[in-house]
T-cell receptor, first 111, second 115 residues
Framework: GESVGLHLPTLSVQEGDNSIINCAYS??????FIWYKQESGKGPQFIID?????DKRQGQRVTVLLNKTVKHLSLQIAATQPGDSAVYFC??????????FGQGTELSVKP | DAGVTQSPTHLIKTRGQQVTLRCSPI?????VSWYQQVLGQGPQFIFQ???????GRGNFPDRFSARQFPNYSSELNVNALLLGDSALYLC??????????????FGEGSWLTVV
């Protein structure tokens, strides 16, 4: 079946620390994943994506790691800031505009 | 440049009524997708339209329909509203229909409450 899930529903970190948000998927044929950030009352905002021929991809303060062996990906946010507080979703791009989302991890940043 | 724009932002409807939600994609984007997001969950795919044709459909009843216009804007229609249709309806656009690098951008959504 279709399944993209996250390990923890909530994550609380201290400002300035690094955050790691995890995601597991079930379909071994999945080859394109995206992380979105959704702030309260807003639509999902694209953060970074990765294809299955990569193990790692870096953006500005964010890194996505993909482990195809255990079907797991993670989003690392460096030097977490209060503005990073939001719900983070991993999503699998199935093509044809179809994204399969997990339930999300709510990140809270303590000042 | 404007992002994906949706209207209305909030609306309240009564059970059994019909609703139309509207979406304008990012300029130059030809693909529009619709998602339903129930509180506390991730968005669920409803439809994709590309070049005015339906290209994909999620597991939603026939009460849900959509169309795409020549200017690539789109409307989502929901008939015979149920209480369970209360949700945030998200529109997303992308340049092409699929593929790596074809980033999908979301609008701010339309909050629908059915009473």
């Amino acid at each position: 079946g279709e399944s993209v899930g996250l390990h923890l529903p909530t994550l609380s970190v201290q400002e300035g620390d690094n955050s790691i948000i995890n995601c597991a998927y079930s379909n071994s044929a999945s080859d394109y994943f995206i992380w979105y950030k959704q702030e309260s009352g807003k639509g999902p905002q694209f953060i970074i994506d990765i294809r299955s021929n990569m193990d790692k991809r870096q953006g500005q303060r964010v890194t996505v790691l993909l482990n195809k062996t255990v079907k797991h990906l993670s989003l690392q946010i460096a030097a977490t800031q209060p503005g990073d507080s939001a719900v983070y979703f991993c999503a699998e791009n199935r093509g044809g505009g179809k994204l399969i989302f997990g339930q999300g991890t709510e990140l809270s940043v303590k000042p | 440049d404007a992002g994906v724009t949706q209207s209305p932002t909030h609306l309240i409807k009564t059970r059994g009524q019909q609703v139309t939600l509207r979406c304008s994609p990012i300029s130059g984007h030809k693909s529009v997708s619709w998602y339903q997001q129930v509180l506390g969950q991730g968005p669920q795919f409803i439809f994709q339209y590309y070049e005015k044709e339906e290209r994909g459909r999620g597991n939603f009843p026939d009460r849900f329909s959509a169309r795409q216009f020549p200017n690539y804007s789109s409307e989502l229609n929901v008939n015979a509203l149920l209480l369970g249709d209360s949700a945030l309806y998200l529109c997303a656009s992308s340049l092409g229909s699929s593929g790596y690098g074809n980033t999908i951008y979301f609008g701010e959504g339309s909050w629908l409450t059915v009473v």
